[in-house]
């Protein structure tokens, strides 16, 4: 479980832009030429694209080509994705470790970015959940200061940071399709906070990702970090767009239980789920309801596992706003007394 640390970026370095899932750049340009607008203007970074970052249909040899060039490239200083999508199960297992260990460099991504995620940690390479830039860079109106604040940690700081909860929160999305909502801000609402669970205090290095995605890797038999490595682990989750049943998320984290997972952490980090899309528009009082269902059911099949066990839900990570890029591979610590956390970038 040694991890490489990773150097911290300067401004004016260049950053790849890839598309290891959906190449969302060719469907809405508009969007993808704010979010690397912003790049630039707020970072000071400047972004690269690769073959398949606009490329529909790519392949995915093509996609691992693109990956394998970004790494390998000494003049890239980070990875950072365009979006998630839901191929990556089928080919993130198949790349060779060998560019990645040789050139590690920080990759920005979720969603189902979770597998190239994992992929990185096995083989020693820290990354970041989170910072896409469609859903964080180039988000309607302006970005958020409190994601834009944690990148800031990510990509140039670097160090143990105490995490705060947002003062409020979207998780209603504007249609891509129509330019002009470019500059519409989205609706937030009053953030409640964090809900915890559990009496034993602890640390250890994250790992998990998005829920869909770790029931793909554990259904499809992908490797994923041993129990021994269990044992050091904060366990992140969070669902995403697809707005899954409490049931579902209980029988997801359940198998996590069977397997002996669950018992073995050192603490549970669970994003604030998102409750809103556009084919599923909840009420607030749906929102509610929905994110109670959910949170219930984490904390029933926790008690059940391991009943000491730190849980913190309803956190700013994930497919919400704003948004903490989580450190993988680094170390969380969680003050169940104090009800704090604290994370090193």
């Not at 959940?129 to 970005?143: D, P, V, W």
């Not at 409640?192 to 205090?201: A, D, K, L, R, V």
């Not at 239980?257 to 607030?284: H, N, T, Y």
Request: net charge negative.
């Amino acid at each position: 479980m040694e991890m490489i640390k990773l150097k911290k970026l300067r401004r004016g370095d260049k950053v790849a832009v890839v598309s290891p899932s959906f190449a969302a750049p060719a469907r809405w340009p508009h969007v993808h030429e704010l979010g690397l607008q912003r790049l630039a203007d707020i970072f000071g970074l400047r972004p690269v694209e690769y073959p398949t970052t606009r490329k529909l249909g790519a392949s995915v040899e093509e996609k691992s080509a693109d990956l394998i060039a970004a790494f390998e490239d000494p003049e890239i200083k980070a990875v950072i994705s365009s979006i998630g999508g839901d191929d990556q199960v089928t080919y993130v297992k198949n790349l060779p470790p060998g560019p990645f260990i040789k050139n590690p460099k920080p990759f920005f991504g979720y969603s189902d970015n979770t597998h190239l995620i994992n992929h990185l940690w096995l083989n020693g390479v820290p990354s970041f959940f989170g910072g896409s830039i469609f859903t964080e860079f180039a988000l309607q109106g302006e970005m958020d200061a409190y994601t834009a604040d944690y990148l800031r940690l990510a990509l140039f700081e670097g160090g143990r940071s105490e995490i705060q909860a947002s003062e409020t929160f979207n998780d209603e999305d504007l249609d891509w399709s129509d330019p002009a909502l470019l500059s519409k801000r989205r609706r937030y609402q009053p953030n409640e906070g964090w809900h915890w669970q559990g009496t034993n205090s602890a640390a250890g290095v994250l790992w998990g990702g998005c829920l869909e995605s770790i029931d793909e890797l554990l259904r499809h038999d992908i490797r994923i970090p041993t129990l021994a490595q269990f044992e050091r682990i904060v366990l992140f989750l969070e669902t995403s767009e697809e707005i899954p049943s409490a049931e579902y998320v209980y029988r997801v984290i359940r198998t996590l239980g069977e397997r002996g997972i669950l018992s073995r952490i050192k603490g549970l980090l669970v994003g604030r789920p998102k409750a809103w899309e556009l084919s599923k528009q909840f009420s607030d009082e749906e929102k509610i309801a929905y994110k109670k269902q959910q949170r219930e059911a984490v904390f029933d099949v926790c008690k059940r596992y391991n009943p000491g066990l730190a849980v913190v839900q309803n956190m700013d990570f994930g497919h919400t706003a704003p948004q903490v890029c989580l450190p993988v591979g680094n170390v969380a610590m969680i003050d169940v007394d104090r009800r704090k956390l604290f994370l090193e970038f």
